[in-house]
């Protein structure tokens, strides 16, 4: 089943905050983070276990939840380079990464 | 080769017609992966492999079947296209421990 991402689209001025939630009925062990810009293949941006971490890279950070079985993505401060889709992905089982249906966020300048 | 190469980058194809899509990976990853992705239904998995010799279905497998004779490829089969299986095509791959997942540049299908 796949996780269930809020919101569906962001649109920000440049210098604003976003944050993009991730939510799964079943258990979570960890949570994984990737953007794709459009056109491209998404890319890895980081990966949450379990025990509540915070995780950052440059301006954009993660917290991850498992009892509440949610993680979020912020986005501080957001650069015209954020711009993509962000996609959440849980396993459902060993090798089996499921992705929720992605947040499209637009930074204009 | 560096990284994920898939062949090829896009295909138009007839309703009916076999068609196999390739993925290949230099980075010796055990575990492999085929996404199709839809706009608004994000990045869904047709099938993976865990190491070479072995497959499991994903969300969406049917219509498709995969095989790992090695450990560097991963080719998708198509039997029978349908429309409905015009889509963007991912190969992945990643380490055992799935810490993260490298995906390849995509192949466009479209079926008519």
């Known amino acids: 089943q796949q996780p269930v991402q809020s919101p569906q689209a962001v649109i920000l001025r440049e210098g604003e905050d976003a944050v993009i939630n991730c939510s799964s009925s079943?258990?979570?062990?960890?949570v994984h983070w990737y953007r794709q810009k459009h056109g491209e293949a998404p890319v890895f941006l980081m990966i949450?276990?379990?025990?509540?971490e915070q995780k950052g890279h440059d301006k954009i950070s993660a917290s991850f939840n498992e009892k509440k079985q949610q993680s979020s993505l912020y986005l501080t401060a957001s650069q015209l380079s954020y711009s993509g889709t962000y996609f959440c992905?849980?396993?459902?089982?060993?090798?089996?990464?499921?992705f929720g249906q992605g947040t499209r966020l637009t930074i204009n300048p | 080769i560096a990284g994920i190469t898939q062949a090829p980058t896009s295909q138009i194809l007839a309703a009916g017609r076999r068609m196999t899509l390739r993925c290949t990976q230099d980075?010796?990853?055990?575990?492999m992966y085929w996404y199709r992705q839809d706009l608004g239904l994000g990045l869904r998995l047709i099938h993976y492999?865990?190491?070479?010799?072995?497959?499991g279905k994903g969300e969406v497998p049917d219509g498709y079947s995969v095989s790992r004779a090695n450990t560097d490829d991963f080719p998708l089969t198509l039997a029978s296209a349908v429309p409905s299986q015009t889509s963007v095509y991912f190969c992945?791959?990643?380490?055992?421990?799935?810490?993260?997942?490298?995906f390849g540049n995509g192949t466009r299908l479209t079926v008519t």
């Open positions: 079943k258990a979570l062990y960890s």
């Open positions: 492999s865990n190491t070479a010799g072995t497959t």
């Open positions: 992905g849980t396993y459902q089982g060993a090798q089996k990464l499921v």
């Open positions: 992945a791959s990643s380490d055992s421990w799935g810490r993260s997942l490298h």
């Open positions: 980075m010796r990853h055990n575990a």
């Open positions: 949450l276990l379990k025990g509540g």
